[in-house]
């Protein structure tokens, strides 16, 4: 950990941003398939059209929840791999160190595109659920 009060106060505050979008993407996604679920089921039964949209729109969600999932995994490892960057000690082991640093960087960059890809099929996904729902909305004559 740096000794650096301002870079731990950005790392804490990444870390969290981090964690709140993560969650967002989860209970976005799970909660779009849920009301989309019960749109289908109860406002929408007699006259679902577009049921390509739903199902497109329902891949993408669950889509969302494997990558994010898949992106704190990668996280976890990389915190793993950081934890055992601590153990070495000392100037002979400084390649030890770097590969490790080398390492932890790669699985974030991995873990950050993995996010990125989840915030985008939630976003895909929610504009299929809209499209379905303007297409399935009752008119009024």
Same mark, same amino acid.
């Given at each position: ?38 749109? /289908? ?23 969302? %929840? ?9 996280? /976890?490892?990389?915190?793993? %791999? ?5 153990? /070495? ?7 030890? &160190? ?11 960059? &991995? ?22 729902? &303007? ?7």
């Amino acid at each position: 950990m740096s000794s650096d009060p301002e870079r731990e106060w950005i790392e804490d505050r990444f870390s969290h941003a981090s964690d709140a979008y993560d969650r967002a993407v989860l209970w976005l996604s799970g909660g779009a398939a849920a009301l989309s679920i019960a749109f /289908v089921d109860d406002i929408a039964s007699d006259t679902v059209e577009a049921r390509g949209l739903t199902l497109t729109a329902w891949i993408l969600l669950a889509l969302a %929840v494997m990558l994010i999932t898949a992106s704190h995994l990668v996280a /976890v490892l990389a915190t793993k %791999v950081a934890a055992d960057r601590l153990k /070495v000690r000392g100037a002979e082991d400084q390649a030890r &160190y770097d590969q490790l640093t080398a390492k932890i960087d790669r699985r974030n960059r &991995y873990a950050a595109g993995l996010s990125i890809a989840a915030g985008g099929s939630l976003g895909l996904g929610l504009i299929a659920l809209g499209i379905f729902a &303007y297409e399935n909305l009752p008119t009024t004559t």
